[in-house]
């Protein structure tokens, strides 16, 4: 198994497992480069590194970690595996602190002040929705100034000038916290951009947690992630990125930044968000720029999968020790699919209600019989036809706390959730077992 450090060695890791789609054809950035980015992963291929970009000579790269089959070669891990190594390494105790280094392959080339124009780098503009080009792949690294403490998270950030961007960043964000935190709220702050890196520190940049996040990569690679301080700011930055932006964050400047298609699968609305003064743009030699398809499969996977599905496993098992859980990223991350043994009439219901009681998002919660794929929405929606009676089988939570950018919730995320037993009842009505056809080599046949 290639052993994973940096983007490039998980672009081979992808390539070696059949899960790399080299686009060779030019695409613009302008919708084309997302239209196809998308299509490539509604279609189970590989992941697109788009080789010929029109306007930039730099490859692009996405989808990395769209899938459960990509996330598990993310990880190091089986398929079967993510869940169970996601809340190994989401376990405080497991965290490893990352290591300083004197230098990094991003210094090659350093540029600052005037010579600064971030309209030149390939940034998409990824839906017809979209206010213009984001930033979407770019983890932001920030450090606390009154404790010290590094974070990792994803702001969106909207061109808005040769070195000027629009900072979204909700109020339950930890950088937000740590601005408002300081002796002197209203002074620029400092972060870096990082774009180009380790799935690892991508992953574990989508966890909310009161720890470093880089403590989660290291866990995920079972070594400390090397950091390196920032060129303009003071801020410890992987040194495996491709390529970093850094600056300063001006809370009290703000302008109005939007749309952008979001993980809900709506377009946002238009923020009024701080502006992020870009004080220098750093990266290696012959980069590889990286962006998430926003409102599409990694998004959600990143944000609402893989740091939320351990913490449904864990409410749920409480009921079904042998249960398993997928949130599915087509439906945004507000539904959960629970696999289990019946051994009660009753119990797929409980089992609905601790998965709600896990986590806000959850407004919708489906229980299945073992012989269901949870991966495959086709095989659930068998189940909901064959084996619910709607009249029976269903219950309904009205007005719970959700999340507040739910489409059907209120302006505080309060709307109705529902539980939904499909597993099947064999004390109603037996009747036989389901047809199965068992796959075969293809190959052999044509």
């Not at 950030?157 to 935190?181: A, D, I, L, T, Y």
């Amino acid at each position: 198994m290639t052993k994973i450090n940096d983007l490039r060695s998980f672009i081979a890791a992808l390539e070696a497992a059949g899960q790399l789609a080299r686009v060779r054809r030019p695409v613009s950035l302008t919708h084309e480069l997302a239209d196809v980015a998308a299509t490539l992963v509604r279609s189970g291929a590989g992941a697109p590194l788009f080789e010929a970009v029109n306007g930039s000579e730099w490859p692009i790269f996405a989808g990395g970690v769209a899938n459960q089959k990509r996330a598990a070669i993310a990880l190091g891990c089986a398929e079967a595996e993510v869940t169970d190594v996601m809340g190994r390494v989401l376990e405080p105790a497991n965290g490893i602190a990352p290591v300083r280094v004197d230098d990094a392959p991003w210094k090659a080339n350093v540029f600052t002040s005037d010579d600064i124009d971030v309209r030149d780098l390939p940034i998409p503009t990824h839906s017809r929705g979209d206010g213009g080009p984001f930033i979407t792949g770019g983890v932001i690294v920030s450090r606390d100034p009154v404790s010290g403490r590094g974070n990792l998270s994803y702001n969106r950030m909207q061109v808005k000038g040769p070195r000027n961007f629009g900072f979204n960043v909700n109020e339950w964000r930890h950088v937000r916290m740590f601005m408002e935190g300081r002796p002197d709220p209203t002074a620029p702050f400092p972060v870096a951009i990082a774009i180009g890196l380790d799935p690892a520190i991508m992953i574990a940049a989508g966890v909310r947690t009161e720890e470093d996040e880089l403590t989660i990569a290291g866990a995920i690679r079972g070594e400390p992630v090397p950091v390196c301080r920032g060129v303009t700011v003071d801020v410890d930055i992987p040194a495996t990125a491709e390529i970093v932006i850094e600056g300063y964050v001006h809370p009290f400047e703000k302008k109005g930044e939007g749309p952008l298609a979001e993980f809900h699968g709506y377009h946002g609305e238009i923020w009024d968000s701080p502006s992020f003064e870009v004080t220098a743009v750093c990266w290696r030699n012959n980069p590889i720029f990286q962006t998430i398809i926003p409102g599409w499969y990694e998004h959600v996977y990143i944000g609402n999968v893989l740091p939320r599905e351990p913490l449904l496993r864990r409410f749920v098992r409480h009921l079904n020790k042998t249960a398993v859980v997928h949130i599915p990223p087509y439906a945004n991350g507000f539904s959960a699919i629970v696999q289990i043994d019946r051994d009660n009439p009753g119990q797929p219901k409980n089992i609905a209600m601790a998965a709600m009681t896990a986590h806000i998002n959850i407004k919708q919660v489906i229980v299945v019989d073992r012989d269901i794929n949870i991966y495959d929405p086709a095989d659930v929606l068998w189940a909901l036809t064959n084996r619910v009676d709607w009249s029976r089988d269903v219950f309904v939570v009205p007005g719970a706390q959700g999340h507040e950018m739910d489409p059907t919730a209120d302006q505080r995320g309060v709307h109705a959730k529902i539980g939904i037993d499909a597993t099947y009842k064999r004390e109603r009505r037996e009747y036989g077992t389901r047809v199965s056809y068992p796959m075969v080599d293809l190959s052999q046949y044509l």
